[in-house]
C-alpha cells in the first residue's frame, strides 16, 4: 500500500479515537452514560429514558429488609420517616412465596408464574406509599392487594384508629395476603398492637359494591385501569373527598377528590404493571340488578349511639317528654306499635307476644335453635349506617369471614364482649350480672342502684344507663310517680333471665353479646321491642337475616314464610322487606316448601 495513501477506513478510526479522547477531555456527559447504562438493568435503562431516577444497586447488594430499605433511602425513593418506619415494620421477605423468597431483597417485581401475579418492585411500592400520604385514622383500600404487602405498610401508618381493605378477583391472592399478615401479626407484636385492622376478600372493583361505596379517603390500586373506567372507582372516595393513586395507561397518577366533588390529578411517574380485569358491559349490568335485589335483603344499622344516649337530659334530644310522646317516636322509627292488648296506664306493663307464653311460637326460632352461632358475631365495629347481611344466598362477594371490619369509635373493646355460649336460661342472685354492668360505660359508674327481678332471679343496674339508653326505663324514671323512685323492676314473664343479660349487655357497652344462637336472638328482639331500644332491633334484624342468607337453598325457603310472621308480628319494617325480597327471589321452593309446611305456618301467623 502507498504510504502517500491512507486507507479511508483507518482515517476514520483516527478521527473516532480523536473524537472519543476529546469527550473524555472536555467531560462529555453522553459517554458517561453510555458506559454507565452498560450496569443498569433493562427496567432501570427504561426509566432512564422515562426521566425518573434510576436505582443503580448491585441484584445481590441486599441481603435482608433493613439493607433494601437504606438502598431506598440512598436513591432518595424512601424520604418520610413514617413510610420508612412502614417499610422496615413489614419486611418483603415475609410477603413474597417461598419459591420466590431469593428475589425478596432485590429492587425488581416478581412474576409469581404459577398464581398469575406480579410483585410489584420495592421502589414503586416505596414510590406508592409516599405519594398516598396515609395517615392516622385513615380509611384505605387496596385494590388488586396481590401479597398483601401495601395493605399492610397502610395498616402500619393508618394506625390502630384506622382501617384497611383489600380487595383482589384471584382467590389464591386474597387467601396469600390473609395468610401473610396472619403470620406478621404472630411475629410482630408492635404491629399486632398498633397497626390497623386488615380486611381481604375477593372482588371486581369495577362492580358496584354496598360495602366499598363512599367508605375511603386513601385509595392504592395496584394494577393498570383504563381511563375510561376510572369514574367507577372516584365513588369509592369518602363524600369529604380523599386521594386516589392509580396507573393509567403508562403514567402512575394521583388523583384528588375535593369535599365540592372537584377531581384534580398529577403525574407521579412514569410506570407499566399488568391490567385490571375488566368485566363487560353485561356483566357489570347484572352484577347491579343483584346488587339492587340484594339492598332489598339487607338491614341498616345505625350508628352507635351509647355516647348520645348518655348526655345530660337537656342535651337529649328525639324522643323526649312522657312515655306515650317517647313510644310514639320510636315506634315512628321502626314502624312499630303497642300490642293490641297493652293497657291504658302508661306505666303498667304491656302485653308482649312473649309474655303470652314462655315457650317461642316462631318456627323459625325452633329451627334454627340448634345451631351453633358464628364466633364473633354481634354488633362488631360496624361503619354509620352500615349495611348488614348483604349480599346474596348465592355469594356474589366472597367476603371474609372477619367481613368489612369498619370500625367506629363508639365500639367497645374485646373486654366488652359476652360471650352467652353456656345456654343457661335461669340463676339468682346478682352475681351472674357483675360482669356485665362493670363493662363499657359500667366501670365508670360506681356501684348498681337498682335490679331488674324475674322469676328467682335478678340483675343489677344503674338507673342512669336504664333511662339514657331504653325508652321505657326512661319513661318509668322520669314519670315523677311514685314508684319512680323504686329501686327494684320486674320483668316480664316471658323475659328470661339469659335475654336480660343480653339486653343489659347492650345497654352497657352497644354490642350484642358473642355467640347467640338464632332463638335467643330472637328472645332479645322481642326485648328490644317491649323496652324500647331501636338500634339493638336494628342489630337483631340484621343477624336474624344473616343466619337466613347463610342457610342452605331449601332451608332457607322453608324458614323464610316465619321470619315474615315474626317482622309482621312486631311491625318491623325492614325485616319485612328483607324477607318479602328473599321469598321474591325464591318463590318456586318457598312456594314448595309453603305447600307442605301449611298447618305449621297457619299456626305460627296466627
Known amino acids: 500500500m502507498d504510504p502517500d495513501h491512507e486507507d479511508p477506513r ?350 317461642p311460637t316462631l318456627s323459625f326460632s325452633r329451627s334454627l335453635g340448634s345451631t351453633e352461632a358464628p364466633a364473633g358475631d354481634g354488633d362488631e365495629l360496624l361503619p354509620p349506617a352500615a349495611v348488614v347481611a348483604a349480599g346474596s344466598a348465592q355469594g356474589a362477594d366472597e367476603v371474609s369471614d372477619e367481613d368489612l371490619n369498619l370500625p367506629d369509635s363508639a365500639s367497645a373493646g374485646s373486654d366488652g364482649d359476652l360471650h352467652m355460649s353456656d345456654g343457661s336460661s335461669d340463676g339468682s342472685g346478682g352475681s351472674g350480672s357483675k360482669a356485665i354492668w362493670q363493662t363499657g360505660l359500667g366501670s365508670g359508674l360506681g356501684q348498681p342502684d337498682c335490679e331488674l327481678q324475674g322469676e328467682g332471679w335478678t340483675l343489677q343496674a344503674h338507673k342512669k344507663v336504664l333511662k339514657g339508653r331504653a325508652a321505657h326505663f326512661r319513661a318509668r324514671l322520669s314519670s315523677g310517680m311514685r314508684d319512680a323512685h323504686d329501686c327494684q323492676h320486674k320483668v316480664p314473664e316471658g323475659f328470661s333471665h339469659r335475654t336480660m343479660q343480653s339486653l343489659l349487655h347492650y345497654l352497657y357497652t352497644d354490642n350484642m353479646p358473642v355467640g347467640l344462637e338464632p332463638a335467643a336472638v330472637v328472645q332479645l328482639l322481642h326485648a328490644a321491642a317491649y323496652y324500647g331500644t331501636p338500634r339493638l332491633i336494628e342489630l337483631c334484624e340484621a343477624r336474624l337475616m344473616t343466619e337466613l342468607l347463610s342457610m342452605p337453598g331449601p332451608a332457607a325457603a322453608a324458614e323464610a314464610p316465619h321470619l315474615l310472621c315474626l317482622a309482621d308480628e312486631l311491625g318491623l319494617t325492614q325485616l319485612r322487606r328483607a324477607a318479602v325480597a328473599f321469598i321474591a327471589q325464591n318463590y318456586n321452593d318457598v312456594q314448595v316448601h309453603t305447600s307442605s309446611d301449611s298447618g305449621c305456618l297457619r299456626n305460627t301467623c296466627s
Open 10 to 359: 483507518q482515517g476514520r478510526d483516527r478521527d473516532a479515537d480523536d473524537e472519543e479522547r476529546n469527550e473524555d477531555v472536555h467531560g462529555n456527559r453522553r459517554r458517561r452514560a453510555r458506559v454507565a447504562a452498560e450496569g443498569i438493568p433493562l427496567e432501570g435503562l427504561l426509566r432512564l429514558l422515562a426521566g425518573q431516577r434510576v436505582i443503580i444497586e448491585r441484584r445481590d447488594g441486599a441481603s435482608n429488609n433493613e439493607e433494601l430499605v437504606a438502598g431506598l433511602k440512598r436513591t432518595g425513593m424512601l424520604q418520610s420517616d413514617p413510610v420508612i418506619h412502614a417499610m422496615l415494620s413489614v419486611p418483603r421477605g415475609s410477603f413474597v412465596p417461598a419459591a420466590y423468597r431469593d428475589e425478596a431483597w432485590v429492587d425488581s417485581p416478581i412474576r409469581v408464574e404459577e398464581d398469575d401475579f406480579n410483585i410489584s418492585a420495592p421502589h414503586m411500592h416505596a414510590q406508592m406509599l409516599e405519594s398516598l400520604e396515609v395517615a392516622p385514622g385513615d380509611r384505605v383500600l387496596d385494590v388488586g392487594c396481590g401479597c398483601g404487602f401495601i395493605a399492610a405498610a397502610t395498616a402500619v401508618l393508618a394506625g390502630r384508629n384506622g382501617v384497611v381493605v383489600g380487595v383482589d378477583t384471584k382467590p389464591v391472592c386474597v387467601n396469600l395476603s390473609k395468610d401473610n399478615v396472619h403470620q406478621l401479626r404472630g411475629r410482630n407484636s408492635e404491629f399486632a398492637t398498633n397497626a390497623a385492622p386488615i380486611t381481604f376478600f375477593q372482588h371486581n372493583i369495577f362492580i358496584p359494591s354496598l360495602r366499598l361505596k363512599g367508605n375511603f379517603n386513601k385509595i392504592c390500586v395496584g394494577a393498570t385501569c383504563p381511563e375510561d373506567r376510572l369514574h367507577l372507582l372516584l365513588p369509592l372516595l369518602e363524600p369529604g373527598g380523599g386521594k386516589l393513586l392509580a396507573p393509567v395507561d403508562n403514567d402512575l397518577r394521583l388523583y384528588t377528590r375535593a369535599a365540592d366533588g372537584t377531581v384534580k390529578h398529577k403525574l407521579v411517574s412514569s410506570v407499566r404493571f399488568s391490567d385490571l380485569e375488566v368485566p363487560s358491559d353485561a356483566q357489570i349490568a347484572l352484577a347491579v340488578l343483584q346488587a339492587e335485589r340484594d339492598a332489598h335483603m339487607t338491614v341498616e344499622v345505625s350508628p352507635p349511639s351509647l355516647e348520645q344516649d348518655m348526655q345530660p337530659e337537656s342535651d337529649v334530644k328525639g324522643c323526649g317528654g312522657g312515655f306515650m310522646q317517647m313510644f310514639s317516636c320510636f315506634s315512628s322509627f321502626n314502624g312499630l306499635s303497642q300490642s293490641p292488648g297493652a293497657a291504658s296506664d302508661s306505666l303498667a306493663v304491656p302485653e308482649t307476644p312473649v309474655a303470652r307464653s314462655s315457650k
